[in-house]
């Protein structure tokens, strides 16, 4: 780890984070221009987020350990054209000093997804208004892995003592702004029947924003930037209204009804009304004219480009601003349906100043524009195709303002685009949702109709694409820098594997590797000295996407939310900052951020929506290759996830996603096709929960069919921590030991195994004895070893020296102890401590002593735990664990070598939960 650029890189990412985060803010309602906030007016702060503000989510997602975070309270007293009422202020520090923030206890899916809120009473909100001419009301929410939100109070409904905050601030302020401190969007139902809801002047989301969220807000209160966030997500009336609502969240299948029409493409085709806030709705604190100046096609055919050239004028006369340009499509019909609108392409102008124009051009590829075909309505099944009609345009300010353009692509026969063949077809029958009428609104009424099931073989297909077997020939002395430096072929450095080093090179081990960057989540490729002897480095991966998690306490940056990110509408701001973020993994040398996660926001109430970006295929598709582009040009590597369909954190191990193969295509793993063709991708990783009755992680079409064989991905695919595989063929019962089904589905590495366990196979998975039974060639492990090794090959750890891991840590003693009660090294250490605690040491003897650790989880085997031991105030090694259902468990630690004298140890739980029950320190034998 390189301290000195470490902190260049961080110091690099705080503007940009901070810009990003300003333009992630959407201002939905501003009447009389409310905002911005003028600098003579006093201003009420209401609701704990103001101090306790939300930086992201919970889990994976959101376990950045900051050096610092900016709450919004700190940013609006940082910024000098804001005044605050301080008495105010001071009352909510001293409430919080005494009702300090829940962590639920620090554990795993613990913290709820609310704060308790000072109540309120009429007299100090009387006395502030008297003190102040508008009021801040900050509503919070968090959300994270393994928990979904719920449609009750706390959660996506207010509690009533926030009712009751802002029902007091309406009825004694006639000028209040709305702040939703949030992670997801919630419901807003509320601000129409609320008493004295005319107060309400303005509403806006400011998300969970990262370290720099409070200055970002600042920035945009003040004035010093004008609001440019649009939604990505639409907000209805009511949750029931969303059309996978009947279902989301059961625990052993959901079936996608709703096939194609998910958010804002069901709402305008069939639902309008519903609509509270529309996609792609934000204000700024100016006007924009915007005017089709140009439209042409571009080349002939499939092969062909629509060009659209707009300018956008800033017609206001005060503010400077930016502006998203959206342009939407109503396909045909046809045979196939399709929804009243589309997004296909969209732009962001640069800040243009009153009465300043800019032209901005959006390119669509005409093949973008095509529908799959699943059941041969066309006549074309299994094929990509533009059906007969008019390809209408359409041009605005969200999908409900887009008015019609003098632009369309009219097609006299149908266009074939692409012919593909029948890949995870469901196996289950259910019904899916396709408009029916068209009455005289322009609304279609809503029919169904079957779902096609497989008709094709799965066990044919897999013999018919079997890899080739390279014979075993030993070691030959090729190494993997051979390969790359282009002396050796791939598959001739493969060939010299054992059919045991095959087995564990496809292996990952963690969580806290010692082997790779304290505390991250994975160490894989050279695990074993005999990999390590062919010259594979071992690369690291690190939990993303806001950020690097390092459960050794180390610290990082912590950028916004990815659904924030998704609001800039700003695909060169993203790539600009997961450069900034790559070079900070780099200087920390890790070679692959866990991230960015492209799931689609299927239904509000998803426990990690705040990880991904919109319920549109497009936004999300543009943004995941706009981040993965910049991961890559700082030389490090997204892993995007999860693939697919992982889209409800209720039984998210369990839970069959079924869909017709025209969702699976045109919605849920488009994002995916996007950041591989677009985007550069070169890892992915599968999702926990099944596809049409196979889980993803031995999901033959997903991984080898689809991705590999239609898209061209030649990089590497790992599961997802700890996932569970059935057979690729007849599916059927599932299991975490059931590897072989893994590598036969050519997903690459599975992620984790415990600590120095990839050679030995702790977990007892079957890959060597689907070898020896036959069940599995050695040219499909081969096949996985090779992309294994392919993305090693471009990895930043190839340009790092190749030394080998030593797993005994040298400390130096102190002369003296530090504190007076001093415990022996070679007595057991009862601590029974689920906090941080410190303990003195004392070494009568050199030599090297081996560390474990006799813990407890109260959780199950998805929750995770850490603690970091120091000696003398050096990290010496991570002591991670899953949930053990309160069972007491022996945690191996590493060796360390100690010297006489004394040693402070200090344990930090960096992600707690779990209890240290006893440490001991064994005396290694000479």
């Known amino acids: 780890?390189?301290?000195?650029?470490?902190?260049?890189?961080?110091?690099?990412?705080?503007?940009?984070?901070?810009?990003?985060?300003?333009?992630?803010?959407?201002?939905?309602?501003?009447?009389?221009?409310?905002?911005?906030?003028?600098?003579?007016?006093?201003?009420?702060?209401?609701?704990?987020?103001?101090?306790?503000?939300?930086?992201?989510?919970?889990?994976?997602?959101?376990?950045?350990?900051?050096?610092?975070?900016?709450?919004?309270?700190?940013?609006?007293?940082?910024?000098?054209?804001?005044?605050?009422?301080?008495?105010?202020?001071?009352?909510?520090?001293?409430?919080?000093?005494?009702?300090?923030?829940?962590?639920?206890?620090?554990?795993?899916?613990?913290?709820?997804?609310?704060?308790?809120?000072?109540?309120?009473?009429?007299?100090?909100?009387?006395?502030?208004?008297?003190?102040?001419?508008?009021?801040?009301?900050?509503?919070?929410r968090t959300a994270g892995e393994d928990q979904?939100?719920?449609?009750?109070?706390?959660?996506?409904?207010?509690?009533?003592?926030?009712?009751?905050?802002?029902?007091?601030?309406?009825?004694?302020?006639?000028?209040?702004?709305?702040?939703?401190?949030?992670?997801?969007?919630?419901?807003?139902?509320?601000?129409?029947?609320?008493?004295?809801?005319?107060?309400?002047?303005?509403?806006?989301?400011?998300?969970?924003?990262?370290?720099?969220?409070?200055?970002?807000?600042?920035?945009?209160?003040?004035?010093?930037?004008?609001?440019?966030?649009?939604?990505?997500?639409?907000?209805?009336?009511?949750?029931?209204?969303?059309?996978?609502?009947?279902?989301?969240?059961?625990?052993?299948?959901?079936?996608?009804?709703?096939?194609?029409?998910?958010?804002?493409?069901?709402?305008?085709?069939?639902?309008?009304?519903?609509?509270?806030?529309?996609?792609?709705?934000?204000?700024?604190?100016?006007?924009?004219?915007?005017?089709?100046?140009?439209?042409?096609?571009?080349?002939?055919?499939?092969?062909?480009?629509?060009?659209?050239d707009i300018k956008v004028t800033n017609t206001g006369n005060k503010y400077s601003s930016k502006e998203v340009v959206q342009l939407y499509m109503e396909a045909p019909q046809g045979r196939l349906g399709q929804p009243s609108r589309a997004l296909v392409g969209f732009a962001k102008t640069s800040v243009l100043k009153p009465g300043a124009t800019e032209q901005v051009r959006i390119s669509v590829a005409l093949a973008t524009l095509a529908s799959y075909d699943d059941s041969g309505a066309t006549g074309h099944r299994s094929c990509y195709v533009l059906e007969q009609g008019c390809y209408q345009f359409y041009l605005g300010a969200s999908v409900r303002q887009a008015e019609k353009v003098n632009a369309a692509y009219e097609l006299d026969k149908l266009m074939l685009v692409e012919q593909l063949s029948e890949a995870l077809a469901p196996i289950r029958p259910f019904q899916r949702l396709k408009p029916g009428v068209q009455n005289e609104h322009g609304l279609y009424t809503k029919s169904h109709e079957p779902v096609p099931q497989r008709t094709i073989s799965l066990s044919q297909r897999m013999q018919a694409n079997m890899p080739e077997t390279h014979k075993i020939t030993g070691d030959q002395g090729i190494k993997l820098q051979d390969v790359q430096q282009g002396k050796a072929t791939l598959a001739a450095f493969v060939a010299q594997m054992t059919p045991e080093q095959l087995a564990t090179i496809v292996r990952g081990e963690g969580m806290c590797s010692a082997k790779v960057t304290p505390g991250t989540a994975a160490a894989f490729g050279g695990v074993s000295d005999s990999l390590f002897q062919l010259g594979i480095p071992v690369a690291a991966a690190a939990d993303g996407p806001s950020g690097i998690r390092m459960d050794s306490g180390h610290e990082a940056s912590q950028v916004a939310i990815g659904t924030l990110l998704a609001c800039t509408w700003n695909?060169?701001?993203?790539?600009?900052?997961?450069?900034?973020?790559?070079?900070?993994?780099?200087?920390?040398?890790?070679?692959?951020?866990?991230?960015?996660?492209?799931?689609?926001?299927?239904?509000?109430?998803?426990?990690?929506?705040?990880?991904?970006?919109?319920?549109?295929?497009?936004?999300?598709?543009?943004?995941?290759?706009?981040?993965?582009?910049?991961?890559?040009?700082?030389?490090?590597?997204?892993?995007?996830?999860?693939?697919?369909?992982?889209?409800?954190?209720?039984?998210?191990?369990?839970?069959?996603?079924?869909?017709?193969?025209?969702?699976?295509?045109?919605?849920?793993?488009?994002?995916?096709?996007?950041?591989?063709?677009?985007?550069?991708?070169?890892?992915?990783?599968?999702?926990?929960?099944?596809?049409?009755?196979?889980?993803?992680?031995?999901?033959?079409?997903?991984?080898?069919?689809?991705?590999?064989?239609?898209?061209?991905?030649?990089?590497?695919?790992?599961?997802?921590?700890?996932?569970k595989m059935n057979d690729p063929v007849s599916a059927g019962k599932e299991d975490r030991t059931f590897t072989s089904f893994m590598v036969r589905a050519q997903n690459d590495l599975y992620m984790v195994v415990e600590n120095d366990g990839a050679e030995s196979n702790p977990m007892h998975d079957d890959t060597m004895q689907a070898l020896e039974v036959g069940s599995l060639s050695i040219g499909e492990l081969q096949r996985s070893a090779m992309n294994i090794c392919r993305f090693i090959i471009n990895a930043p750890v190839m340009d790092r020296p190749l030394v080998p891991y030593d797993p005994i840590k040298v400390f130096e003693a102190h002369k003296s102890p530090a504190s007076t009660e001093v415990m022996p090294i070679d007595k057991p250490l009862n601590c029974n401590i689920k906090s941080n605690a410190t303990y003195t040491l004392e070494v009568d003897v050199d030599g090297v002593y081996q560390c474990s650790a006799m813990m407890r989880y109260a959780r199950n085997s998805q929750a995770q735990s850490s603690c970091s031991l120091s000696f003398n105030g050096t990290f010496s090694m991570s002591l991670p664990v899953n949930g053990t259902d309160g069972k007491s468990v022996t945690v191996e630690g590493l060796q360390v070598r100690l010297e006489k004298g004394f040693y402070q140890l200090d344990i930090n739980f960096v992600k707690p939960g779990s209890e240290i029950q006893q440490i001991t320190f064994t005396k290694a034998s000479n």
């Open 1 to 140: 780890m390189n301290k000195q650029a470490i902190i260049e890189a961080q110091q690099n990412l705080i503007p940009v984070s901070r810009q990003a985060a300003a333009e992630g803010i959407v201002l939905l309602e501003n009447k009389q221009a409310i905002l911005p906030l003028k600098a003579d007016e006093v201003v009420a702060l209401f609701g704990r987020c103001q101090i306790d503000t939300y930086r992201s989510g919970t889990g994976s997602g959101g376990a950045v350990n900051v050096p610092y975070a900016v709450n919004a309270l700190e940013g609006l007293r940082a910024n000098p054209d804001i005044k605050l009422n301080e008495t105010l202020v001071s009352v909510y520090e001293e409430w919080i000093g005494e009702n300090p923030f829940d962590d639920g206890g620090g554990g795993w899916a613990a913290e709820p997804w609310f704060q308790q809120e000072m109540p309120l009473t009429d007299t100090l909100v009387e006395q502030a208004a008297k003190e102040s001419q508008k009021a801040l009301v900050f509503i919070g």
């Open 148 to 308: 979904d939100n719920a449609d009750k109070a706390g959660s996506y409904q207010l509690t009533d003592i926030e009712m009751d905050m802002v029902a007091k601030v309406c009825h004694h302020f006639d000028k209040v702004v709305v702040i939703f401190n949030t992670t997801n969007i919630m419901d807003m139902a509320w601000l129409n029947t609320l008493e004295n809801s005319q107060s309400i002047k303005a509403v806006l989301y400011s998300w969970a924003a990262g370290m720099e969220g409070g200055h970002a807000l600042a920035d945009v209160l003040s004035g010093k930037q004008s609001p440019s966030g649009r939604l990505t997500d639409t907000i209805a009336h009511k949750l029931a209204d969303y059309p996978s609502a009947a279902n989301f969240g059961r625990k052993d299948y959901n079936t996608y009804v709703e096939d194609i029409y998910v958010g804002y493409r069901y709402f305008e085709t069939f639902h309008p009304e519903a609509v509270q806030y529309a996609f792609g709705s934000g204000l700024s604190y100016t006007e924009f004219k915007r005017e089709l100046v140009s439209y042409k096609e571009v080349g002939s055919g499939s092969d062909g480009t629509l060009q659209f």
């Open 571 to 723: 695909k060169e701001l993203n790539e600009q900052l997961f450069n900034l973020v790559g070079q900070e993994l780099r200087a920390n040398q890790i070679d692959t951020l866990l991230g960015p996660g492209i799931n689609i926001h299927r239904h509000p109430l998803n426990g990690r929506n705040f990880e991904y970006f919109s319920e549109d295929p497009l936004m999300t598709g543009v943004m995941a290759a706009a981040q993965t582009r910049g991961l890559k040009q700082a030389g490090v590597a997204a892993t995007i996830k999860h693939f697919a369909a992982n889209d409800q954190e209720t039984a998210r191990v369990d839970a069959d996603s079924v869909m017709s193969e025209r969702a699976l295509r045109e919605i849920h793993i488009k994002p995916f096709e996007m950041a591989v063709k677009q985007g550069g991708a070169s890892s992915i990783m599968t999702a926990y929960n099944p596809v049409n009755g196979h889980w993803t992680a031995s999901n033959y079409d997903l991984n080898t069919t689809i991705l590999r064989g239609e898209w061209g991905f030649t990089g590497i695919v790992m599961t997802d921590w700890w996932a």
